[in-house]
C-alpha cells in the first residue's frame, strides 16, 4: 500500500515526539565544512525556553494535507489532495489542476510545473497540461524530493539510496552515491541546489551533504542532538532551502524547528521553533523569498517576516551577517 510522505512523517515523528532520539552517529567524515558554532558533540540537552525573531503575518487554507510546494513567480504551487493549487501571497487561489496519484514533491521554473512521485515525473505546463513524463531508471524506486538545477533534474531515491540526475527531458545521466552511505529510515532525503552546489539531507545519519552536479562529492555538516545547531530525533533533516545570499535553512520533524546555517555549515541560529510552528511532530516544508519565510504544514500555509522587537533579545539580532531575512 503506498502512503504519503506526509502521512509517514506523521506517522514516524509520532514515535520520537516524546523526547530525543539519538540514532546513527553524525560523527563528520572526510572533509567536514564545520563544526557547529559553540555546540559540542556531547551536548544533548533540549533547548529549554525559546522566543523567535519571526512574527507571523498571514496564513491561508489549503485543499488538504500539503505534500509540498514552490515559489515562483510571487506565486505559491502548493500541491495537496492530488491537486496542484496556484495561490498569490495573499492566499487567493489563482487556479488549480488535478496532477493525480500520490504526489512526492513539486518544483517549478520558467519551463514548467515538475511534479515527483513514487516511480516517474510528469512536466505540466504552468497553465496544467501535461507536456512530458518519464519512468525511475531503477527498479523498486521510492522518489522523495527533487530539484531543478540548470539544465538538470535531481531526484532522491529513497530506496536505491541515492541521487537520480536526469535531463530536464529525462534523459538518465548519473547516480550519486554517497561515500558515507545514505541512511535513509523513512522518507526524509531533501535535496537542494544553491549557487552550483547541491545539497542533500543525510537523515539517518543527522547530516547535510554536499556535492558539485558532476556528482563529486564536496563535505558534510552536522551532528545528533536537541541543542541548537544539532539534528534531533531519529532521521533529520527532512527539509532544506536557502536564503538570497546562501545561508542553508533547515526544517525538522519529531519536535518541529526551522534553523539557519551559512554555507559552510556554521550553525546561525534557530527561526522558529515548535511552537511558533503550530506543534505537532511533522516537520514543516519551508521556503524563502526575500524577507519572508513561508512554511508548509498541515492543511496552510503561513507567512513569517523578522520583527525587531521580538529580536531585541535573541541571537538574531546579534548576527552580523547580511541577511536578507533581516531587511
Known amino acids: 500500500m503506498d502512503i504519503s510522505r506526509k502521512k509517514f512523517l506523521r506517522t514516524v515523528g509520532s514515535i520520537v515526539a516524546g523526547g530525543t532520539v539519538v540514532g546513527v552517529s553524525g560523527v563528520l567524515l572526510k572533509k567536514p565544512h ?8 556531547g551536548d544533548l540537552r533540549p533547548v529549554s525556553s525559546f522566543t523567535s525573531p519571526y512574527r507571523q503575518i498571514s496564513t491561508f487554507a489549503t485543499p488538504g494535507v500539503v505534500e509540498g510546494f514552490e515559489l515562483y513567480d510571487n506565486q505559491l504551487y502548493v500541491v495537496a489532495s492530488n491537486l496542484v493549487s496556484v495561490f498569490d501571497h ?30 516517474k515525473i510528469k ?13 525511475a531508471c531503477s527498479e523498486l ?3 522523495c524530493s527533487m530539484v531543478l538545477a540548470e539544465d538538470y533534474v535531481f531526484v532522491t531515491d529513497v530506496v536505491n539510496k541515492n541521487i537520480c540526475k536526469y535531463t530536464k527531458d529525462g534523459g538518465f ?48 555538516f552536522g551532528k545528533a542532538g536537541g541543542a541548537p545547531g544539532l539534528f534531533t530525533g531519529c532521521c533529520n533533516p527532512a527539509y532544506l532551502t536557502y536564503t538570497a ?83
Not at 564545520?34 to 558533540?41: D, F, I, K, L, Y
Not at 487556479?95 to 521554473?109: L, M, Q, Y
Open 141 to 143: 524506486s521510492g522518489y
Open 123 to 135: 512536466v505540466f505546463s504552468h497553465a496544467g497540461e501535461l507536456q512530458r513524463e518519464w519512468e
Open 245 to 327: 545570499n546562501g545561508e542553508i535553512i533547515t526544517s525538522e520533524k519529531g519536535d518541529p524547528r526551522i534553523s539557519c546555517y551559512g554555507s559552510d555549515g556554521k550553525f546561525r541560529n534557530i527561526l522558529l521553533d515548535s511552537k511558533s510552528l503550530g506543534g505537532g511532530n511533522s516537520a514543516y516544508d519551508v521556503k524563502v523569498q526575500k524577507d519572508k519565510i513561508f512554511i508548509a504544514g498541515k492543511n496552510k500555509v503561513a507567512v513569517f517576516r523578522y520583527d525587531e522587537s521580538l529580536a531585541a533579545n535573541v541571537g538574531c539580532s546579534g548576527c552580523g551577517i547580511d541577511c536578507p531575512l533581516k531587511i
Open 173 to 220: 545521466v548519473q547516480f550519486i552515491n554517497s561515500p558515507n552511505g545514505f541512511v535513509i529510515p523513512s522518507y526524509t532525503f531533501a535535496i537542494e541546489y544553491v549557487d552550483g552546489v547541491l545539497y542533500c539531507s543525510n537523515s539517518g545519519r543527522h547530516q547535510v551533504e554536499s556535492y558539485t552536479l558532476d556528482g563529486k562529492y564536496l563535505g558534510t
Open 90 to 119: 495573499a492566499g487567493k487561489l489563482l487556479h488549480r489542476f488535478s496532477s493525480g496519484e500520490t504526489i512526492r514533491d513539486i518544483a517549478v521554473n520558467d519551463s514548467g510545473v515538475y511534479i515527483l512521485y513514487t516511480t
Open 34 to 41: 564545520s563544526e557547529s558554532a559553540g555546540v559540542s558533540s
